[in-house]
């Protein structure tokens, strides 16, 4: 059925069987119209495919010979004056390129390519290997060659003052000059020349007393200073003066001498090489004025000891280790050389390494010294001689006797002789003398920094000075001490009516002023400073006696506040040798001195020297005199 309908549906009716209409005319003109514009495209683009292959034939980068010497009559398109090809010079070598595919091209020629007959021109096709190549050769052209294409002379009326001095060749009249200017190495560091013996010592080879430790505390150390220097004297070597800090003296400590102490108080004839001298260390170390040229005793700061040791490289200058001290130390081994009523001396067979384990870590880390030639020796002065003052001379002559000073070691068979043929470069004395060794000694005078430090901090006399030490004080006893401090005050001020203040001198750098307002960080932030909770208990429990209504007021109280008008540093006052000799100085103008007792705190050697001064003072005083006390101690209630 479906079958029978799709037949019905395409049966061609009779009518139009009888009649065929003809093939319209459009159809075959169109037709035409068609492959011939088909074929004309072809013939076209064959005809540029030629044109093309004719001008690119010698190279694809080089312009057709026949085109750049063809007359403008054969050319219907005639290339303008402005177009027309370079003049044909002989380059130089340097300035053909060789190509991988075709032989060395004129890159003038390159540049100045002809247009086709079309009238366009070809662009050359370069890329950045021939840019490479033409910058390196334009840094290979001299730029006095006059064959040079880029050559250009300068005008006769321009000055080139740096014409010589570039090394490129010149694209312009005028020289371009650059700022900042090209830094092309690095400046060299200045030459530091060591000081020379005969500068240092004064003598063609040096030798010097390095007093290594002092074991003693600032306030008695400074009694041993002019002790060494006649030591050094004695053994005819150069002394190197020590270091300070921290309230000790010795030659691992940072400051120099002159930190703590008026070096030029030092009643010793001592010589350091003046500023004219020193070649290449810093003269400015205090030593200034301190020494003449008629001395016979020698002296150097420590910069300059250690500059000397650094410059002899690697020839370190050989030293002994000489043990100095009225006991033995039972931990080193030693071998008894001579024994008599003033001391006792030998050698220390423990090892050079345990003997440099017992001293400070410094000698090794801070010190260039060879110190393994010579075995370490010991001087033990006895009692009664240190007590009649003979013992200085005995030692410096155990220290001269060639049983000691030539004491040498038998570590290198190959190298050591056996014998040492003369004494070590440096002697570094560990000094563990309590008593002096020789008669009427002289003490070190304080810096006129710390004196003037100490004026300015002062309260107005007559003044009460206190010293407390509480860092060793139980928790549970600063407040039983502190009530004990307030009555001892509230006390001695009843009775002299004319001294209104009060220095409170602690063992620590606290301010009194702001110390009710301390909090829990800030107080944090006090401890990595020293300052412990029992130092602001005490120091608040004090400053509320002065306030309106205390058991103290009407009195005035000061404390380290008073350093931002000192004109001294922070980094100073965080010293405690500083603060231990500020407080010293202030309490020896004190009309009236309070100091901590045993249960309490105990008293520093500091305040101890203290007390001692005062106390002789006050005794030798038979007139009128700042002092109306030696010393009251307040102690636990």
């Known amino acids: 059925m479906p079958h029978r309908l799709d037949a019905q549906m395409y049966r061609t009716e009779p009518h139009m069987q009888t009649a065929r209409t003809p093939r319209p005319l459009a159809y075959s003109s169109v037709f035409v119209f068609v492959s011939l514009s088909i074929f004309f495209v072809l013939l076209c683009r064959n005809s540029a495919d030629l044109t093309s292959s004719d001008i690119d ?297 345990e003997v440099a384990s017992r001293l400070p870590g410094c000698l090794d880390t801070k010190f260039a010294l060879a110190l393994e030639a010579y075995t370490p020796v010991f001087v033990r002065p006895s009692r009664k001689a240190l007590k009649t003052g003979t013992a200085g001379a005995a030692v410096a002559r155990a220290l001269l006797d060639d049983q000691l000073a030539l004491a040498w070691q038998n570590t290198d068979a190959e190298n050591n002789t056996g014998t040492a043929l003369q004494p070590a470069d440096v002697l570094v004395v560990n000094w563990d003398l309590r008593v002096p060794l020789f008669p009427s000694p002289l003490e070190l005078e304080y810096s006129a920094a710390l004196t003037a430090a100490a004026r300015a901090m002062a309260p107005p006399a007559p003044y009460v000075a206190v010293d407390w030490r509480m860092d060793n004080l139980a928790a549970d006893a600063v407040g039983d001490c502190a009530r004990s401090l307030v009555g001892a005050l509230s006390g001695a001020l009843l009775v002299h009516e004319d001294i209104h203040d009060v220095w409170l001198g602690l063992d620590v750098p606290l301010g009194l002023g702001k110390v009710e307002e301390l909090d829990a960080s800030a107080l944090q932030a006090l401890q990595e400073r020293g300052v412990r909770e029992q130092h602001v208990d005490g120091a608040r429990f004090v400053t509320r006696a002065f306030r309106s209504g205390g058991e103290l007021d009407g009195w005035e109280v000061r404390g380290y506040e008073e350093f931002d008008n000192a004109g001294l540093s922070m980094e100073t006052l965080q010293d405690g040798g500083v603060r231990d000799i500020i407080n010293r100085l202030i309490g020896e103008g004190a009309a009236l001195f309070v100091a901590s007792g045993e249960s309490c705190g105990k008293p520093s050697a500091s305040t101890q020297s203290l007390m001692e001064n005062r106390k002789t003072a006050f005794s030798e005083s038979s007139g009128p005199s700042v002092l109306r006390n030696d010393v009251l101690h307040f102690e636990r209630s």
């Open 57 to 353: 034939a010698p190279g694809p980068l080089s312009p057709p010979s026949d085109l750049l010497s063809s007359s403008p009559l054969s050319d219907p398109f005639p290339p303008s004056a402005a177009d027309s090809p370079a003049p044909s010079t002989d380059l130089p070598e340097a300035l053909r390129i060789q190509d991988a595919d075709s032989a060395a091209f004129d890159i003038f020629a390159l540049a100045f390519q002809p247009p086709n007959r079309d009238g366009v021109r070809t662009l050359p096709r370069v890329d950045r290997t021939h840019l490479a190549k033409l910058d390196a050769l334009a840094l290979l052209l001299d730029p006095h060659d006059t064959s040079n294409p880029l050559y250009s002379a300068p005008a006769d009326n321009s000055d080139h003052l740096y014409a010589d001095t570039v090394d490129t060749p010149h694209f312009s009249d005028t020289p371009k000059l650059q700022w900042p200017p090209t830094v092309t190495a690095l400046p060299a560091p200045p030459v530091q020349r060591r000081p020379t013996d005969l500068t240092l010592c004064g003598a063609t080879r040096c030798r010097f007393l390095l007093p290594l430790r002092i074991s003693e505390p600032e306030a008695r150390a400074r009694h041993h200073v002019a002790q060494l220097a006649r030591l050094a004297h004695a053994l005819n070597r150069t002394l190197v003066l020590p270091n300070v800090g921290k309230g000790r003296l010795g030659a691992c400590f940072r400051w120099p001498l002159g930190r703590y102490y008026d070096i030029d108080s030092l009643d010793v004839d001592l010589h350091t090489p003046g500023a004219d001298d020193h070649e290449g260390y810093d003269a400015d170390d205090g030593l200034d004025g301190l020494f003449d040229d008629t001395s016979t005793v020698r002296a150097v700061s420590l910069d300059a000891f250690q500059q000397w040791t650094r410059g002899r490289g690697s020839n370190p200058p050989s030293a002994q280790i000489a043990w100095l001290s009225a006991r033995q130390d039972g931990a080193l081994e030693h071998a008894d050389i001579y024994s008599g009523p003033s001391l006792v001396a030998g050698m220390l067979t423990s090892g050079i390494d």
